[in-house]
């Protein structure tokens, strides 16, 4: 049931609401809503939409790469998925969840995690034929007081 509600969470968010940036960086901080717990940790729900074609590369850089530097850089994957309907982006979305302490510690990590050489290799190796993506979207968001995570 988590799984189901954790994949309509990320798609209400990014498809239906559309609160989303298409950089790592993080949007401007608002005054968050009473109903946000206040010990939540920080979570940054992706969305990738792969340039055509480019999905099973972009799934292998994530796999052969990727994962290893955001253990690195203390990046916490909450997990990946990508949607079943073909109206839905089937064959060239990939959405994943990552958490953070804070909003500062997600900063930090994005920062390193850009800057670090082994991911500029990858992600040169992997784009020699060309970008992997066309469009990365990014929101980032808090528990609210009654979620059961946090």
Known sequence: ML???MFTLIFTLMTVTGLSQSSPQAPPAIAPSPSLAKDSR??????????????????????????KL?????????GFWGPTDKDKGS??????VLAFS??????RAWKAFATDPVW?????????????TDKVD?????ATDYSPVK
Not at 120 to 130: F, H, P, V
């Open 138 to 142: 990014s929101v980032i968001v808090m």
């Open 120 to 132: 500029q290799e990858a992600r040169k190796e992997s784009e020699k034929n060309g970008k992997l």
């Open 3 to 5: 799984r189901i509600s």
């Open 70 to 78: 955001f253990k690195k850089h203390g990046m916490e994957v909450v």
């Open 42 to 67: 920080c979570f940054e729900i992706r969305t990738y939409i792969a340039a055509p074609g480019k999905l099973e590369e972009l799934h292998a850089r994530f796999r052969n790469h990727t994962m």
């Open 102 to 107: 804070n909003r500062e510690a997600r900063d």
């Open 91 to 96: 064959e060239n979305t990939l959405v994943y």
